[in-house]
């Protein structure tokens, strides 16, 4: 079981960063982060690929989360 578990682990660890790495970046410098920013406070949106990388990020890393407080209680 524990191995399963490390296996699974190491599948959800490789997707997560492959799933951070997917996402498109946001304009670099100081300027970026503010426009960014007030574009999702004023009701811009994600879209396309965007939007489907963020759930899977999201959704990945409570996943792996979970899994590994699950390896955790086992190997104790």
């Not at 599948?11 to 410098?29: K, N, T, W």
């Not at 503010?34 to 990945?60: H, V």
């Not at 899994?67 to 104790?76: D, N």
């Amino acid at each position: 079981m524990v191995t399963a578990l490390m296996i699974l682990e190491a599948i959800l660890s490789i997707l997560l960063i492959a799933s951070v790495v997917l996402q498109s970046g946001r304009s670099a410098g100081m300027g970026g982060a503010i426009a960014g920013g007030a574009e999702t406070l004023f009701g811009g949106k994600k879209k396309g690929i965007d939007e489907l990388l963020a759930k899977a990020t999201m959704f990945l890393a409570v996943l792996f989360g979970i899994v590994t407080m699950i390896l955790v209680k086992v190997m104790q």
